[in-house]
C-alpha cells in the first residue's frame, strides 16, 4: 500500500526568487494538502545530514552547499499515492526535460537548482518530514 503523505522542499534560489507563493498555490491546486511547513536555514553540517544517502555520488558537495545557501520552505503534503502523485507533479530532475505545466519546467533553473524536492519513496518520505518537524508541528 502507498502512503498518503511525502515531504517537499522549496530549495534556495526559487525562495531568493519569490517564488514560494506561487508555488504553494501549485502545490494547493495539485490537490495536495499541507500537514507541516517552516522556513529555515540549514547549515551545511545540517544539510549534509539531510542528503547523507548521497554522500558517494559526485555531487553531494556541491548539493549540500547549494542548500545551505539560503532559506528553503520545508513541508509535509498529504494525498493519497502521495510521493509518486507529488514526483509526477513536479516533472524531471532536469527542468529542461520536465513536462510543460510542472513546478520544476516553470520555476526551476537548472538540474542543480530545480526549484523542489521531493521524497522518492514512502520510507524517505516518512524520514525527511521526521529530519524537519516534530509530531507537535504535524496538523
Same mark, same amino acid.
Given at each position: 500500500? %502507498?502512503?498518503? %503523505? *511525502?515531504?517537499?522542499?522549496?530549495?534556495? *534560489?526559487?525562495?531568493?526568487?519569490?517564488?514560494?507563493?506561487?508555488?504553494?498555490?501549485?502545490? #494547493?491546486?495539485?490537490?495536495?494538502?499541507?500537514? !507541516?511547513?517552516?522556513?529555515?536555514?540549514? %547549515?551545511? @553540517?545540517?544539510?549534509?545530514?539531510?542528503?547523507?544517502?548521497?554522500?558517494?555520488?559526485?555531487?553531494?558537495? @556541491?548539493? %549540500?552547499?547549494?542548500?545551505?545557501?539560503?532559506?528553503?520552505?520545508? !513541508?509535509i503534503l498529504e494525498?493519497?499515492?502521495?510521493? @509518486?502523485?507529488?514526483?509526477?507533479?513536479?516533472? #524531471?530532475?532536469?527542468?529542461?526535460? !520536465?513536462?510543460?505545466?510542472?513546478i520544476r519546467a516553470e520555476?526551476?533553473?537548472?538540474?542543480?537548482?530545480? #526549484?523542489?524536492?521531493?521524497?522518492?519513496?514512502? @520510507?524517505?518520505?516518512?524520514?525527511?518530514?521526521?529530519?524537519?518537524?516534530?509530531?507537535?508541528?504535524?496538523?
Amino acid at each position: 500500500m %502507498t502512503g498518503k %503523505t *511525502t515531504f517537499t522542499m522549496i530549495k534556495p *534560489t526559487a525562495v531568493k526568487k519569490g517564488y514560494i507563493g506561487p508555488i504553494m498555490a501549485k502545490i #494547493a491546486e495539485g490537490g495536495f494538502r499541507v500537514v !507541516a511547513m517552516k522556513m529555515v536555514h540549514l %547549515t551545511l @553540517e545540517q544539510a549534509k545530514k539531510f542528503y547523507e544517502i548521497h554522500k558517494e555520488r559526485p555531487f553531494y558537495g @556541491e548539493l %549540500t552547499g547549494f542548500m545551505s545557501s539560503g532559506p528553503i520552505v520545508a !513541508a509535509i503534503l498529504e494525498k493519497e499515492n502521495a510521493v @509518486e502523485a507529488y514526483r509526477n507533479y513536479i516533472g #524531471a530532475t532536469n527542468p529542461a526535460e !520536465a513536462e510543460a505545466g510542472t513546478i520544476r519546467a516553470e520555476y526551476g533553473t537548472d538540474l542543480g537548482m530545480n #526549484a523542489v524536492h521531493g521524497s522518492d519513496s514512502d @520510507e524517505n518520505a516518512i524520514i525527511e518530514g521526521n529530519f524537519f518537524f516534530s509530531d507537535l508541528e504535524k496538523f
